[in-house]
């Protein structure tokens, strides 16, 4: 099953290339990573176009991961039947994987929340509800994105192995340890992407949540 893996892994990787905040920038004239953060993800496209495209953004860039981890399920559904929810992971993985790292961008993407949100939907949807909870209401306790984006990759990975060993979900008991492993890798993806935002924060000098009007723009 090693091929069917990597073949996940390639195919997420390839959709995650599609870069929603990228292209939206650029049909408006911008290149989006040299405003704001210098990110290409929905967080800076919100701060920078607003509320429109960052809406647009997260949705395209969790779609991806949505429509990776469909073929996945598609091609081995039959051939894997208790495994595919685990080739389902290496494909979610595969697209943070090539929106965080794509190479015609000189490997400076987004930072995978957006694409790691619609894995946990199409992965197993009550792990999402939960990461909401945190990351709502984190940023509206804080103004701090980057704060609830990292909770909310801790709160996946308890949720994780807590569904894990009730047995919910829908993944063989031997593959466990493996699926357990894979979802630390999607973790430690979003913690080390946001180390920059984790010495702003214990600075003291993190940038709060706004949005800027798009007729105002500013470079980084």
Known sequence: MILSRVICLVIGYVLGLFQTGFIYGKLHHIDIRE???GNAGATNTLRTLGWKAGLVTFLGDAGKAMLSMLLAWLLFREKYPDAVHLLEMYA???TVLG???PFYMKFKGGKGIA???GFLLAFYPPLAV???LVFVVTVAATRYVSLGSILVSLC???QLIVFGQMGRLWVNPGLLPEVYGVGAVFA?????RHRANIKRLLGGTENKFSI???GNLRKN
């Open 188 to 192: 430690i993806l979003a913690i080390w």
């Open 99 to 101: 929106h965080n790292f």
């Open 115 to 117: 694409c790691t949100a």
């Open 92 to 94: 979610g993985l595969g």
């Open 156 to 158: 996946f990975y308890i």
């Open 212 to 214: 800027s009007k798009s």
């Open 130 to 132: 939960l990461c909401l």
């Open 35 to 37: 405003y704001g953060s």
